[in-house]
């Protein structure tokens, strides 16, 4: 069974940067797309990021293009996203999660979750 | 850009069929995906490609589609049951990854 967790979350500042990883165990991780998806507080569910298995396919949600980044390290099976000029709309709680057997890249779905890690921005 | 739409809330009694809906344009070619949400907690996969139930999906989770809708039937519906329900799906290239806004199950 997929186990996901999440790690880096906390209190920055508008403009700040952080780093957020996910540590993958209990399945090939080098073989699954990976993907963040946030949660505002009292809000709803919004894709942030996708990462292919080998990183060749990467891709962004509009509101984070150009600030975020994602990458793999299929060696340690980590997760990781690079959030850049954070703003008060980036709070919430980040997923991390794992695509489902059946998934294509233009035809993914989030199978496995982490409990999510909260990243506040606040001055 | 790709919206799916939900209603908001939708309440039930104890042992009723509760039916929350999805719309989108893209539906007919793209697959529904529904997840629930309890409070707290992480989302969890309940009907994937439309009608799929994952093993530890209790039965009484269905989902359907006709056109531009998809539906997530919850029958007999159990007070645990009470959650944020959100649809999934993608635009028709695939590149726009969506979530509805949610619908809160209230089952009293």
């Known amino acids: 069974e997929a186990h996901l967790e999440e790690s880096g979350g906390g209190l920055v500042k508008p403009g700040e940067s952080l780093r957020l990883s996910c540590a993958a165990s209990?399945?090939?991780?080098?073989?699954?797309?990976m993907n963040w998806v946030r949660q505002a507080p009292g809000k709803g569910l919004e894709w942030v990021s996708s990462i292919g298995s080998s990183s060749s396919h990467v891709s962004y949600a509009d509101s984070v293009k150009g600030r975020f980044s994602i990458s793999r390290d299929n060696t340690k099976n980590f997760l990781f996203l690079q959030v850049n000029n954070l703003t008060a709309d980036d709070t919430g709680v980040y997923y991390c999660?794992?695509?489902?057997?059946?998934?294509?890249?233009?035809?993914?779905?989030?199978?496995?979750w982490g409990q999510g890690t909260l990243v506040t921005v606040s001055s | 850009s790709y919206e799916l739409t939900q209603p908001p809330s939708v309440s039930v009694s104890p042992g009723q069929t509760a039916t929350i809906t999805c719309s989108g344009d893209?539906?007919?070619?793209?697959?529904a995906y529904w997840y629930q949400q309890k409070s707290g907690q992480a989302p969890v996969l309940v009907i994937y490609?439309?009608?799929k139930r994952p093993s530890d999906i209790p039965e009484r989770f269905s989902g359907s589609g006709s056109g531009t809708m998809a539906t997530l039937t919850i029958t007999g519906a159990q007070v645990d049951d009470e959650a944020d329900y959100y649809c999934?799906?993608?635009?028709?290239?695939?590149?726009?990854?969506?979530f509805g806004g949610g619908t809160k199950l209230t089952v009293l």
């Open positions: 999660t794992r695509v489902g057997n059946s998934s294509s890249w233009y035809d993914l779905y989030f199978e496995s």
């Open positions: 893209a539906l007919p070619k793209k697959y």
């Open positions: 490609e439309d009608t």
């Open positions: 999934y799906s993608t635009d028709i290239s695939g590149r726009q990854r969506v």
């Open positions: 209990g399945f090939t991780f080098s073989s699954y797309t």
